[in-house]
């Protein structure tokens, strides 16, 4: 047996070695934790003993620190006998705290699931965007797939490639948001979504059967029908033998399934740079309970100049295109009176639809 004696040489008692000393220290440790929380009976009682004991300053905390002056060889007994503490005492700890919650009372912790609560504001999706889905669905049951463009674009695309020419008004600065230039190219928020078509047959192989929707812009003052930013869907369909037909057939179909069976469409002839011959398209619905006709966009058959500016011959192929207000279909569909009410967000009109 060694004996311990202190610097002047004095009996002390019995010589620990240190790696030993240490695991005696942590059976007493655990017992002086154990009854310290069996003593805790108050919330904030539990509160102090979890920061003495197993907090991040705690005592277990230091006894870990201390873990690295024990010798190698006996580092993976100590480290597991505290290992095995520190879970003790986390799990005294968790099973204390259920009891003291428990009996806290009804300020405790507790929620009772069967009481009622607080219901959960749901939102709903945007009128547009549902109107959107809605189309764009019944146009794919017809073979028509989705194209995409940008809503910032060049002159080439929004006018040039669709037949519009240098002169023309539409490039008027007072009716574009233009944007500056960009590498010698004038830039622009694009006017018609008919910018899609051109993008479509630049990089799609023929034939093609495409729809596009999205937001246009026009420099107009904001009233009840007029809005500087609203949305359109446009669609092309280019293949060999596409006459004025199929394009009166597509749209009355759109509008058997989009209004129901008894709805009309009205072609009347019209003027587009890109189309030839070009129509306005009216659809009749009901608006309630009256049937109306209500003008919705224009439609035509693709003018062989758009064709030639993407490289298509217009011998060979030829094809229809058009393009409708999706706010115009909305607001009639849904008995909106002001477009603006479509942007304002607020959440007591937009939860009707
Ligand atoms: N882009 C035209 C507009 O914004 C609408 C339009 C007319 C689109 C005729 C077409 C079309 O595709 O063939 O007023």
């Known amino acids: 047996m060694c004996v311990a004696l202190a610097v002047d040489g004095t009996y002390v008692g019995e010589w620990i070695p240190y790696p030993l000393r240490m695991l005696a220290d942590l059976e007493q440790a655990q017992l002086e934790a154990q009854s310290a929380l069996a003593a805790s009976v108050t919330t904030d009682a539990l509160d102090a003993w979890k920061s003495a004991w197993i907090g991040g ?33 986390e799990a005294a700890y968790e099973e204390r705290r259920t009891a003291v919650d428990a009996s806290a009372g009804p300020r405790g912790p507790i929620v009772d699931v069967t009481e009622p609560g607080v219901p959960l504001a749901e939102g709903c999706r945007h009128v547009l965007s549902r109107t959107i889905d809605e189309i764009t669905e019944v146009f794919g049951r017809m073979g028509f797939t989705l194209a995409e463009g940008p809503e910032v674009e060049d002159e080439w695309h929004n006018f040039t490639a669709l037949n519009i020419p240098e002169s023309h008004p539409a490039r008027d600065a007072i009716d574009n948001f233009y944007m500056g230039e960009q590498g010698g190219v004038k830039r622009l928020l694009r006017t018609q979504t008919s910018t899609v078509q051109i993008r479509a047959m630049e990089t799609q192989s023929l034939p093609i059967k495409v729809v596009a929707t999205g937001r246009v812009y026009r420099p107009d003052t904001h009233d009840a029908t007029h809005y500087s930013m609203f949305h359109q869907i446009e669609g092309l369909y280019l293949d060999r033998g596409v006459t004025m037909s199929d394009l009166k057939t597509t749209l009355v179909q759109f509008a058997h399934a989009y209004f129901g069976a008894e709805a009309e469409v009205r072609m009347r002839p019209s003027f587009f740079p890109f189309t030839e011959p070009s129509a306005e398209v009216d659809m009749k619905m009901r608006i309630k309970g009256e049937w109306k006709w209500v003008e919705l966009g224009g439609c035509g058959m693709v003018d062989p100049n758009v064709l030639r500016a993407v490289n298509i011959d217009p011998e060979v192929w030829t094809g229809f295109a058009f393009g409708l207000g999706i706010e115009r279909i909305a607001m009639r569909r849904y008995g909106i009176s002001d477009i603006r009410w479509l942007y304002e967000n607020d959440a007591r009109f937009l939860r009707q639809f």
Do not use: F, I, Q, Y
């Open 57 to 89: 300053n705690g005592r277990l905390k230091s006894m870990m620190m201390a873990l690295k002056d024990v010798p190698k060889d006996l580092k993976p007994a100590a480290g597991k006998r505290l290992n095995e503490l520190k879970a003790a005492l």
